[in-house]
C-alpha cells in the first residue's frame, strides 16, 4: 500500500468515526431532554415510509397512541404533529413568534419562484408588504365590499350557465363551474378582465393544471432527506419544473399584455396596476418581479383552488344527505323567497347556510395538514422540548374530527353549530378547534374572501337549483391528499331551477 493510500484511508477512516460520534453525541443529547412521543422509524428515512398515501389519515391514527403533540423523524428533519385545539393554540398563539417562518422545500423552490409568494417567503419586510397589498386592495374587509359587485356578475354568469344545462338536459361539472366563476372573480379583480368563459376546453385545462399543483406539492422525499433531493426518486421535482414554465408562460403574458394597456386604467387602476407600481423600487421593500408573479400564482392557485374544493365537497354531502340540503332551502325560502337570487345581504340572515359551511371546513379542510413552519429557535410547550429547526405541523384534518372536540365526529351534522358552545365558533382562526384557514400571524391572507365567496356561491346553488345525481351513479366521498384536500372524483350532478324563470333570465 502506497503511502497516499494509508493517508487517504486513515483520513476515511477518521471521517467515519467523526460522523458517528457527531451523530451519537447529538442523539444522546437529543434523548436526554424530554421530546414529545412518536412512532420509531426506519433508518435515515425516519417515519416518512409509514405516511402512506393518506399522511394525514395516518397522522390522526399516530395521535391516538402518542398524543395530541407528536415527535417523528420526517428524513433527516425533526418534525412536530399538532392534533388538538389546546396543542394548536400553544404553538399557533402563545408561540407564534417562533413559528413565523417556512421551511424550505421543493413546491416553494420550484413552484413558488424560489419562495417569493406570499404562502412560504420569510417572515420580513418583502412578505409584510405583499400582505398589506392584497389586504388593503383586494382581501382586506373593506376591499371586500367594493368588489362585491364582481363576485355578484360572475355568480349571475354561472347560473346562466347552469340554468342553461338544465334545460339542456347536460350534467353539470361542479368543479369545473366553480374553477371558472371564481378564477374570473379574481381575474376581474386583478386584471379587470375575465379570462374564461364559462364553458370550454381553457378553463377545464386551467382548472386541471390548478388540481395538479396542488397534489404533487405534497409530501417530496427530497424535502426531507436533502441529500438524495438531487436524485428526485419520485419525478416530483421534474413535474414541478414542467408545470412551473406553464405558469410562468401564462404569467408573464399576462403581465406584458396588463403593462402595455395600463394607460386605460390611470383613472381607475386595478390590483396588478397597484402592485406592478411597487416593483422594482430601489428601495429595500420593493417587490421585484419573481415577487409579483409568485403572488399572482397565489391568487390563482390557492385562492381558487381551496374556496372550489370547499363547496364542491358542501354539496357533495348534501347529496350524501339530502334533509340538509331541503331544509337549506326551506330556510332560503322563509328569507328570500323564490322571486329573486340571494344576495350577499341575506348570508347574515341564513344560520343554517353558514353550519353547513362550518361542518365542511370540520370535515373536509382545504389544507388538512396546513402549511408547515419551522422553529426559529429551540422552545418549550406543553413541559417537551422542540429542537431548533424543527417543522410543524397541524393536523387540521384531525382536530376537525376529534371525538374529545366533537361529539359523533364522522357525522356531517351543520346543527351542532346552532346550539351550544359551538354555535359560537368561528372559522377565522380565533377558535382553534375549527380553523380551516390556519392561525396566527401566517393564517391565509385570502381567509376573509374565501369565507365570503363560500357561503355566497354555496347559497346561491342551493337557493337557485335542485340537486341529484345522474341515474345510475353512486356518490363517492374519496379523498384525494394533495396540499389541497380534493375530492377523488369529481362531482358531476343533475339541476333544475326551482326559482322562477324570470329570476334566471334577468340575472
Avoid at 361539472?173 to 379570462?195: F, G, H, K, P
Avoid at 408545470?243 to 386605460?264: G, M, N
Avoid at 366533537?406 to 368561528?426: C, H, M, T, V, Y
Wanted: charged share 20%; proline share 6%; net charge positive.
Amino acid at each position: 500500500m502506497t503511502f497516499d493510500a494509508f493517508l487517504l484511508r486513515e483520513l476515511g477512516v477518521a471521517l467515519l468515526i467523526f460522523f458517528i460520534s457527531h451523530f451519537s453525541i447529538r442523539l444522546i443529547i437529543k434523548n436526554s431532554r424530554n421530546l414529545p412521543p412518536g412512532p420509531r422509524g426506519w433508518p435515515i428515512l425516519g417515519a416518512l415510509p409509514l405516511l402512506g398515501t393518506m399522511p394525514h389519515v395516518t397522522l390522526t391514527n399516530m395521535a391516538k397512541k402518542f398524543g395530541p403533540i407528536m415527535f417523528l423523524k420526517m428524513g433527516t428533519c425533526d418534525t412536530v404533529v399538532v392534533s388538538s385545539p389546546d396543542a394548536a393554540q400553544a404553538f399557533l398563539k402563545t408561540l407564534d413568534h417562533n413559528f413565523l417562518n417556512r421551511p424550505t422545500i421543493a413546491g416553494a423552490t420550484h413552484l413558488g419562484y424560489n419562495a417569493q409568494d406570499l404562502v412560504f417567503a420569510n417572515y420580513g419586510p418583502k412578505w409584510k408588504l405583499l400582505r398589506k397589498l392584497t389586504n388593503q386592495h383586494m382581501l382586506g374587509g373593506k376591499a371586500l365590499g367594493d368588489w362585491a359587485h364582481v363576485r355578484t356578475s360572475e355568480v349571475k354568469h354561472m347560473i346562466r350557465a347552469m340554468h342553461e344545462c338544465a334545460k339542456q338536459g347536460e350534467l353539470v361539472e361542479v368543479a369545473d363551474s366553480l374553477s371558472c366563476a371564481i378564477t374570473n372573480m379574481v381575474s376581474q379583480v386583478v386584471l379587470s378582465q375575465r379570462i374564461f368563459s364559462n364553458k370550454g376546453f381553457e378553463s377545464k385545462e386551467f382548472k386541471d393544471i390548478v388540481v395538479e399543483f396542488m397534489t404533487i406539492s405534497g409530501v417530496n422525499i427530497g424535502d426531507f432527506v436533502p441529500c438524495i433531493a438531487w436524485m428526485d426518486l419520485q419525478g416530483v421535482v421534474g413535474k414541478m419544473k414542467r408545470l412551473h414554465k406553464r405558469f410562468d408562460v401564462f404569467l408573464t403574458k399576462v403581465i406584458e399584455e396588463h403593462v402595455k394597456s395600463s394607460h386605460e386604467r390611470k383613472e381607475k387602476p386595478d390590483f396588478l396596476d397597484i402592485v406592478m407600481s411597487n416593483g422594482e423600487n430601489p428601495s429595500q421593500e420593493g417587490l421585484t418581479l419573481s415577487n409579483i408573479k409568485a403572488l399572482l400564482l397565489n391568487l390563482f392557485t390557492a385562492g381558487t383552488d381551496t374556496s372550489s374544493s370547499i363547496i364542491e365537497w358542501a354539496i357533495a354531502e348534501m347529496l350524501k344527505n339530502p334533509i340538509i340540503l331541503t331544509r337549506a332551502q326551506k330556510e332560503m325560502d322563509q328569507v328570500i323567497g323564490r322571486q329573486r337570487p340571494l344576495a350577499e345581504s341575506d348570508l347574515p340572515n341564513l344560520p343554517y347556510l353558514q353550519a353547513i359551511c362550518k361542518e365542511t371546513y370540520r370535515m373536509h379542510p382545504s389544507t388538512p395538514l396546513g402549511v408547515p413552519r419551522v422553529a426559529n429557535e429551540a422552545c418549550q410547550v406543553n413541559g417537551f422540548y422542540i429542537p431548533k429547526n424543527t417543522r410543524l405541523t397541524v393536523n387540521i384534518w384531525a382536530i376537525g374530527r376529534d371525538p374529545n372536540v366533537w361529539s359523533n365526529p364522522l357525522e356531517f351534522n351543520p346543527e351542532r353549530f346552532l346550539r351550544g358552545k359551538s354555535a359560537k365558533i368561528d372559522p377565522s382562526g380565533l377558535d382553534f378547534e375549527l380553523m380551516p384557514f390556519g392561525a396566527g400571524r401566517r393564517i391565509c391572507v385570502g381567509y376573509r374572501m374565501a369565507i365570503r365567496v363560500v357561503e355566497y356561491i354555496l347559497g346561491t346553488l342551493v337557493h337557485s337549483f335542485d340537486w341529484k345525481l345522474p341515474n345510475g351513479v353512486e356518490l363517492n366521498m374519496d379523498e384525494a391528499f394533495g396540499l389541497t384536500l380534493q375530492k377523488a372524483v369529481p362531482l358531476s350532478a343533475v339541476v333544475s331551477p326551482r326559482l322562477v324563470s324570470d329570476a334566471y333570465e334577468h340575472v
